[in-house]
């Protein structure tokens, strides 16, 4: 227990009371911390993670990456759906599963430093626009894949991903 307290940085505030939310005890995020914690009492070699930064301001949000990003360094996956983050939320992913609707892939593999791997394949694209300096890759990304754009260009998107050098 006590490393779960210390992987989920909840050492400081292991005799608090949880209250109920907004009316006192633990903070939003710390009680995001603290759902998580519970899950890893069973020590799982995967957790699952939906959309883990919502209803956090942005730092709150970052604490909660951080947390994610330690419990990847003690071996185990940890999977998350996300909506539309902010680059430093977007940077802390090693991976990504990009999907269009349907549910058909249309990007799996490593993001990179800087997203370079990803920015790399949509950029290969003809047609697709580049991305600007200092945007955010995870912003960009939906722009240039968004149905609309996909018509435009005349491709399908999950199609030239199955032909690209990335399925395997």
């Known amino acids: 227990m006590k490393e779960v307290l210390q ?3 909840l050492d400081e505030i292991k005799d608090a009371l949880v209250g109920t939310c907004g009316v ?3 903070s ?5 911390r603290l759902t998580i914690a519970v899950e890893l009492v ?4 995967i957790i699952f993670m939906d959309e883990p930064t919502t209803d956090l301001d942005a730092r709150a949000a970052v604490v909660v990456m951080r947390v994610v990003k ?3 360094s003690t071996k185990r996956t940890v999977v998350c759906t996300i909506h ?7 940077e802390a992913f090693n991976e990504i599963i990009l999907m269009k609707r349907g549910g058909q892939i249309i990007y799996s593999g490593e993001l990179g430093q800087n997203s370079c791997n990803l920015i790399e394949y949509f ?7 580049k991305i600007k300096e200092n945007y955010n890759p995870a912003t960009w990304m939906l722009e240039v894949t968004n149905p609309s754009v996909e018509a435009e260009l005349g ?3 999950a199609h030239l991903y199955k032909e690209s050098h990335l399925y395997q």
Request: net charge negative; aromatic share 6%.
């Open 7 to 9: 992987l989920i940085e």
């Open 24 to 26: 006192s005890g633990i």
């Open 28 to 32: 939003t995020e710390q009680r995001k």
């Open 42 to 45: 069973s020590n799982p070699s």
């Open 70 to 72: 330690n419990i990847v």
């Open 84 to 90: 539309q983050p902010s680059i430093d939320i977007f």
């Open 123 to 129: 950029e290969g694209i003809p047609g697709v626009l």
């Open 155 to 157: 491709v399908d998107f």
